[in-house]
């Protein structure tokens, strides 16, 4: 069975920049979630869909983060403009339903100069 | 808010001996625990968890975790870990009628050879 699949791996940008991440995941899990890791600490979740619906994006920075889960498969995170603190790991997840388990994906390592 | 604590930021260890993570968190009602796991180079992977029923639960590699209540912990062991127990651990949290996974800051695991 296929992994959750993110792109891309890799991405340094500059303050004030955007940056949008992709997110496939499993066939047939229903929910999504972004996370966010800053270094020596654990992931933290942005935001989490079912199907196309937004869950919960109680913790994501709406001035500058938006996420979209077009038809409820794949999904895409944006960041505009960028900050420094925004330096972190971008971690998707998904899931069969909402407290089932979440397998993630590899990641993508943002770095902001 | 939901929190997890895990006690120990880095753990160093020789091959043969016991390991114990330890994990508590903060919600007093119904929680499913988990432990993730990330080898380096590797995404987060699940090792187990606990819903209901036996306290104690099995995982894969031969590790192991308690939920004692009445102390709000999850601590998980392993009897005699090998090198390629090296990697990092976080303990994790979902309160039941909030669906939101909440990570402990993770403990990082050396094994020497």
């Known amino acids: 069975e296929a992994g959750v699949a993110q792109s891309p791996r890799y991405k340094i940008i500059e303050k004030r920049q955007s940056v949008a991440f992709w997110c496939n995941p499993i066939?047939?899990?229903?929910?999504l979630y972004w996370y966010q890791q800053i270094l020596g600490q654990g992931p933290k979740l942005l935001i989490q869909?079912?199907?196309?619906?937004?869950?919960?994006d109680s913790q994501l920075p709406k001035d500058r983060f938006s996420a979209e889960r077009l038809k409820g498969v794949d999904s895409t995170l944006k960041i505009q403009p960028a900050k420094l603190e925004d330096s972190a790991v971008y971690l998707c997840?998904?899931?069969?339903?909402?407290?089932?388990?979440?397998?993630f994906g590899p990641g993508t390592r943002l770095l902001v100069l | 808010a939901q929190s997890v604590s895990q006690h120990n930021h880095h753990v160093i260890l020789s091959e043969a001996a016991s390991l114990e993570l330890g994990c508590n968190y903060s919600?007093?009602?119904?929680?499913?625990l988990f432990w993730y796991v990330q080898y380096p180079g590797q995404h987060l992977q699940l090792l187990l968890k606990?819903?209901?029923?036996?306290?104690l639960v099995k995982g894969i590699k031969g590790f192991e975790a308690e939920f004692i209540k009445s102390k709000f912990s999850f601590n998980l062991r392993k009897p005699s870990v090998q090198w390629s127990d090296t990697a990092e651990y976080f303990c994790?949290?979902?309160?039941?009628?909030?669906?939101?996974?909440?990570f402990g800051a993770g403990t990082t695991v050396t094994v020497r050879a």
């Open positions: 997840a998904s899931s069969g339903g909402l407290l089932e388990t979440q397998y």
């Open positions: 066939s047939g899990h229903a929910t």
């Open positions: 869909f079912q199907n196309n619906g937004v869950v919960d």
């Open positions: 919600y007093g009602g119904t929680v499913n």
């Open positions: 606990y819903f209901s029923g036996d306290p």
């Open positions: 994790a949290v979902i309160i039941s009628n909030d669906y939101k996974l909440s």
